[in-house]
């Protein structure tokens, strides 16, 4: 498995491969950059098909956080950790605090949260070990509700350039996934009057959103070709890609998932297509955002924390406009701005 010369290889500052037999544990911790501070990013548990599929992962997910972060106005870096394995299955102390260790071991290079199968007692668990981890209980939480409510503002802004207006009364929004970014979002855009279609492999999901929001559930390829305002990705990555392109009725591509695109030209043909794609990780920062005011020095304060995830409507509205601009589609636009900010950071 080649590692400095594979694809998705980005001059990675470092990639740590951690493994300890009494724990069953099996972990990649990726340090992207930490021109801009400490990488910071989640840490992820997942059953992958194979090492290589887990390192893609962790190489790609680490290089989103070092643009998250840059986009957000964050002092972090971007990095990011996965764990291999069955979260049904292998979760354990042991494990957990291994990985601790081994997050300790970088001396705070990297600075570990939830993501993915990850719960606030799992970090914890981490806690025992290292110092270097946020999203605790107590302290900021469960990110889920701040990049909910990032990705509604974002949404908003979305309206705002595509439609001229960023009331959503009326429109009709279908989310894909309703876990804890996607159920929460649920909620705001309810409130607002929005007209939701659900989709989620847990019916439980399903059902209360159908009870609790009236939206309408349809089946889980059905999601995508639905007549719509708004399509919002709020589960896997890579659902925008050369099978769903041509099915989406949309006007505006706008979710919490992470990496969206499944290859980034797949952005410039929703450009050609007249769909406005709110770069994920610009949209999914609140989580991030939340996260982050644990680790500066001031310590967390929600109310500072809520002020800058509700900003990210502007980031949105700067980065679209500047796309209109140049005729560039806006992942790629996103990506230069937050190339930007990491070159005035290296100054
Ligand atoms: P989650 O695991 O709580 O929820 C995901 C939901 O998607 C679950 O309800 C799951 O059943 C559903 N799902 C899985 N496969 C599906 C499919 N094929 N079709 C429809 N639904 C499906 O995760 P989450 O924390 O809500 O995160 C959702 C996405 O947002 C992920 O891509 C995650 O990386 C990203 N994200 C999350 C945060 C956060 O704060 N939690 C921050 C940034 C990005």
Redesign the pocket.
Known sequence: MAVFNHPEFDNHEQVVFCSDRESGLQAIIAIHSTALGPACGGC?MWDYVSDEDALIDVLRLSRGMTYKNAMAGLPLGGGKAVIIGDAKTIKSEALFRKFGQYVHSLSGRYISA????ITTADISMVNQETPYVAGLEGKSGN??P??AIGTYRGIKAAAKHKFGSDDLSGRTVAV???????FYLCEHLHKEGVKLIV????PV?VDRAVSQFGATAVG?ND?YAVECDVYAP????ATINDDTLPQFKCAIIAG???NQLKEARHGELLRQKGILYAPDYVI?????INVSMEIRPEGYDEAQSTKQVLAIYDTLLTVFARAAETGQPTNVVADLMAQEIIARGKK
């Not at 709020?234 to 990555?237: D, E, K, Q, V, Y």
């Not at 999914?284 to 991030?288: K, M, Q, R, S, Y």
Request: glycine share 20%; proline share 3%.
């Open positions: 992820r939830e993501d993915v199968n990110p889920g701040f990049t894909q996934g309703l876990g804890s970014v996607g989709s989620d492999i847990n999901a889980l999601i709020c589960a896997l990555g919490c998932a992470n999914n920062a609140g989580g991030i």
